[in-house]
């Protein structure tokens, strides 16, 4: 699984992000939001928003990565959280559904920013789900370039179903896991693929299947399983360029534990972020993923049967390119 030519030649890292210009937390959709708390220091928030987005931003620039930027709008807070806003792969977006009202109003002007990135040839194509099926985009379907499949996280924000849509849209597998923790409401805050292979995440976001189903494809020595602590600094939300893994905040011991592997951590505290349930990769989206040219059967895990008829879906559909 490690060092293979697909991390050799990946290409620059292209990422989605918007300024905070209208960032506060001014309605509560997840645990973590308390619109009452932040109104009592409502410009010292901002501001710290402002500083903390901008340093991840550098770090990102610095990682490698090529940064575009979506308009800011107001009364759309949570427009910064790029992560949502589709999902990504071979060129193609899917652009997101939200379960709550006050994020679709961000699907309207996602779509005008995904069109503009068509435009400028970022993008190839764009699609939209079928009627009635909500994904909240990346923070719920997050690709794994190793595995060469999306982990998508279903229950508070996105539907089970999206799991055979997306299988049948990007001609991947995609490993559905039920999240069982209202704090980690989107898979995202709880999961993070690195670029060799080992995966970061929190066992008790995921129900006994959903935790099941990550050790059946995750060898032990790749396995990063953190505790709560590091959990509720959202140190699985990290952003992962290469062998740059950045994030919000952890632990020592955190640190130690990927830096073993060969990583660079670099801590961006986004404390006024954490309030809305964000982190460093709710904050960014992905523009550049790209799944392995052409997968055979042969490839995919042998147990899993809805991988293996995904993967053989995407063969018969090469073959009549
Ligand atoms: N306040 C936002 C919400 O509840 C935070 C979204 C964080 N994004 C993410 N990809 N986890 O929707």
């Known amino acids: 699984m490690r060092g293979?030519?697909?991390?050799?030649?990946?290409?620059r890292a292209h990422i989605l992000m918007c300024r905070p210009a209208h960032f506060a937390v001014s309605y509560a959709i997840n645990p973590w939001m308390d619109p009452q708390s932040w109104a009592q220091e409502d410009r010292v928030l901002a501001t710290a928003a402002h500083r903390e987005w901008a340093a991840l931003h550098r770090a990102l620039l610095e990682a490698g990565a090529r940064i575009e930027l979506v308009p800011p709008i107001a009364g759309?807070?949570?427009?910064?959280?790029?992560?949502?806003?589709?999902?990504?792969?071979d060129g193609k977006a899917v652009l997101a559904r939200f379960r709550h009202p006050q994020r679709q109003a961000e699907e309207a002007p996602y779509e005008v920013a995904f069109r503009s990135l068509q435009n400028h040839g970022?993008?190839?194509?764009?699609?939209?789900?079928?009627?009635?099926?909500?994904?909240?985009?990346?923070?719920?379907?997050?690709?794994?370039?190793?595995r060469n499949l999306f982990w998508l996280g279903y229950g508070p924000r996105s539907d089970a179903a999206a799991q055979g849509f997306v299988a049948d849209e990007f001609g991947v597998p995609v490993v559905a896991l039920e999240l069982a923790d209202p704090r980690f409401y989107h898979m995202d805050t709880a999961l993070c693929p690195l670029t060799r292979g080992e995966v970061i995440y929190y066992p008790g976001a995921f129900t006994a299947a959903g935790l099941a189903a990550i050790r059946?494809?995750?060898?032990?020595?790749?396995?990063?399983?953190?505790?709560?602590?590091?959990?509720?600094?959202?140190?699985?939300?990290?952003?992962?360029?290469?062998d740059t893994v950045v994030m919000s905040g952890c632990s020592a011991a955190l640190r130690s534990a990927i830096e073993a592997r060969g990583y660079r951590v670099i801590a961006a505290p986004l404390d006024a972020f954490l309030r809305s349930g964000g982190g460093a990769f709710c904050l960014t989206l992905r523009?550049?993923?790209?799944?392995?040219?052409?997968?055979?059967?042969?490839?995919?895990?042998p147990s899993q049967s809805n991988e293996r008829s995904a993967a053989r879906r995407h063969v018969a559909a090469n073959a009549m390119r």
């Open 4 to 11: 293979n030519a697909m991390t050799k030649l990946a290409p």
């Open 122 to 146: 970022a993008l190839e194509s764009i699609r939209t789900l079928p009627d009635g099926l909500v994904l909240e985009g990346a923070g719920d379907c997050v690709w794994d370039p190793v």
């Open 76 to 89: 759309l807070p949570d427009l910064v959280f790029t992560a949502n806003a589709a999902v990504v792969l």
């Open 287 to 301: 523009l550049d993923r790209r799944s392995r040219a052409m997968q055979t059967v042969g490839e995919a895990a």
């Open 216 to 242: 059946a494809r995750v060898a032990p020595a790749d396995r990063i399983e953190i505790g709560i602590e590091d959990a509720c600094r959202l140190a699985a939300n990290a952003v992962c360029i290469g």
